[in-house]
């Protein structure tokens, strides 16, 4: 089975102390850690486990610009096989219907069996992989937390409201979005990252996919961002300062003495 996956280079929440620009217009972004987006580690190990079940290949593909490529070589050394980088001025900017219309046609130039995404990325808008899905006409299916192979078709669970699972048929090809807990994402040490360091991967701008450079980036966009803001603290809430021990510590004093906590 041939599988595509898509994931994303984003800051690493754990690692930085995110605040916004002055303007309004962003967050800063000098200095930020980077990782792969938490739910497309996810995607990229259910698709690893499906190879080894089933045989085939893993190709991870991404839209960014040339430092994108070290989360493609962070999942090769996960173990997908492949990695593909799709990067072009042309492409800053997109917002998720771009991000889509520039995946579908990497997408076309293979050809695949099943594409995972993850359910989300930073923007939190969870768009990309039903837009890929309705631009390539193939069933999709988001929140995917089960998979199982039945020849052509696959068996998948999703997660619904008050804590019930869901089962449906899918058949392939097809594009999935997987949510996290669907798997335990295996460890990446030094020596895989060695493994694939000289491993060349190769780079699609708009030319090489034959996208018209007006059709996708910030002037194609439809949806914009408007601004970015703190929102103001209510009323009775409070902010708790220090380390993270520390902050723990007092926010179990707080709740003993609201009587959250006995």
């Not at 080894?52 to 190709?59: C, Q």
């Not at 999709?140 to 699972?165: C, F, H, M, T, W």
């Not at 929102?231 to 902050?247: D, H, I, N, R």
Request: hydrophobic letters at 40%; aromatic letters at 4%.
């Amino acid at each position: 089975m041939e599988i595509l996956v898509c994931v994303k280079r984003v800051p690493d929440t754990a690692e930085n102390e995110i605040t916004i620009k002055g303007d309004g217009t962003d967050i800063q972004r000098d200095d930020l850690v980077y990782s792969v987006n938490e739910w497309d580690n996810y995607a990229t190990e259910e698709a690893i486990q499906i190879r080894d079940k089933v045989g085939g290949a893993v190709t991870v593909v991404t839209v960014g610009d040339s430092e994108a490529e070290e989360i493609l070589r962070r999942q090769m050394a996960m173990g997908a096989d492949k990695g593909i980088l799709l990067a072009d001025d042309a492409f800053e900017g997109s917002d998720g219907r771009g991000i889509a219309s520039i995946l579908k046609a990497e997408i076309l130039k293979g050809k695949y069996d099943l594409i995972l995404t993850g359910a989300q990325a930073d923007d939190g808008a969870a768009q990309v992989g039903g837009m890929l899905a309705a631009m390539l006409d193939w069933p999709y299916a988001s929140l995917v937390n089960k998979i199982e192979i039945d020849g052509k078709k696959l068996k998948i669970g999703r997660e619904i409201e008050g804590g019930n699972q869901e089962m449906n048929e899918i058949e392939l090809p097809c594009v999935l979005s997987i949510q996290t807990g669907i798997n335990e994402p295996r460890y990446v040490g030094i020596r895989g990252i060695r493994k694939v360091a000289s491993v060349e991967i190769p780079s699609h701008g708009a030319g090489d996919l034959g996208i018209a450079a007006g059709s996708v980036g910030a002037a194609a966009a439809r949806v914009k961002r408007a601004d970015y803001f703190t929102p103001v603290m209510g009323k009775g809430a409070e902010m708790l300062e220090g380390s993270m021990e520390e902050k723990i510590d007092k926010l179990i004093e707080l709740l003993k003495a609201k009587g959250g906590l006995k």
